[in-house]
């Protein structure tokens, strides 16, 4: 018998009228080098304001063995839980403008009847497109402009963007499920993957959260308040080229990693994903000195 899809979340009965909107996906579960998605996520909900309209059972969706919650135990007794949360959040942007956000975990079971359910919402909610935010650790240095891979079920819709990649197969998720189901149903829908440099991948790296909310206004027309986000990622800077300059192993690592990259750009390399895998280095390879500025800079931001 087929299940219902509308019967895996709940809807505020006092909506607002929204007229068309974007929907911005930003789901946890799936790769989040440099915790980009999580940094432009916490950004748009803290900053532009939030209010839930759809939330879904996560008990319905969620493995809680495969990632437990975090509890809080306090000398004797549990003091917290913290209680997962897969919901459509209502924000506005500077503008005032209107636009949501699908924020939570990554379903572990029922994609389909989950993207269905999503898909309900964005007839009900009006929304004419949805955006998917993503980031990927690649063999890039942290002194060139971060690359961003674009895709949509439409290609004129990101005809502006460089094609970093040919034909892959990857790991799928439930994001990008989502896309390409809304787009076989006929509807708008895109996404953005931030190249973050590899060996920043286990850190807070402000600098890819913001290209991805700088992707996101571009295709949206949304205008977002991204100082604190610019702020953050000029002290992320200095702070990364003042421990590279302070080890020789690790400037000769970066500076492979500059020819590697403007070779790709002057065409001299077909795809700068391709050349991912024969004789890179890795994040050991920077040293030990770069390995415990990461590990302090991963600690300061949990």
């Known amino acids: 018998m087929a ?28 790769v989040d080098a440099g915790a980009a998605k999580r940094l432009a996520r916490e950004h748009l909900l803290s900053t532009h304001g939030s209010r839930v309209l759809a939330r879904f059972d996560v008990d319905r969706l969620l493995d809680y063995r495969a990632r437990r919650p975090v509890m809080t135990f306090a ?37 389909e009847l989950f993207i269905a359910a999503v898909g309900q919402l964005v007839s009900s909610l009006g929304v004419t497109l949805t955006v998917g935010l993503n980031s990927i650790p690649m063999a890039v240095p942290h002194t060139r402009p971060l690359g961003v891979i674009a895709h949509a079920t439409r290609p ?6 460089e094609k970093w990649v040919g034909n892959v197969q990857v790991p799928a998720s439930a994001g990008h499920l989502l ?61 990364v080229d003042a421990q590279v300059a302070s080890s020789d192993e690790v400037v000769a690592v970066v500076t492979a990693l500059e020819g590697q990259y403007d070779a790709y750009r002057s065409g001299a390399s077909r795809s700068l994903l391709a050349e991912m895998g024969g004789g890179l280095p890795t994040a050991d390879e920077l040293g030990d000195e770069f390995e415990r500025f990461l590990a302090d800079q991963a600690d300061g931001s949990s």
């Not at 899809?5 to 909506?15: A, F, T, V």
């Not at 209680?83 to 636009?99: C, I, K, Q, R, W």
């Not at 076989?184 to 590899?198: I, K, L, T």
């Open 3 to 30: 299940r219902d899809p509308s019967e895996l979340y709940d809807l505020d009965p006092d909506l607002p009228e929204l007229g068309e909107v974007v929907l911005v996906q930003a789901l946890d579960g799936f």
């Open 156 to 161: 004129e819709t990101v005809s502006g963007y």
């Open 179 to 239: 896309e390409y189901r809304l787009g076989q149903a006929g509807r708008d829908a895109a996404g953005f993957a931030v190249a973050v440099p590899h060996y920043l991948a286990d850190t807070a790296y402000a600098p890819a959260a913001l290209t991805l909310l700088t992707s996101l206004a571009g295709l949206s027309g949304l205008s977002f308040d991204t100082a604190p986000l610019e702020q953050a990622a000029r002290s992320v800077r200095e702070q």
């Open 75 to 111: 000398e004797d007794h549990w003091a917290d839980y913290d209680d997962p949360s897969l919901a459509v959040h209502l924000a506005h942007d500077v503008e005032g403008t209107p636009f949501l956000v699908l924020a939570g975990p990554e379903p572990d079971v029922d994609w």
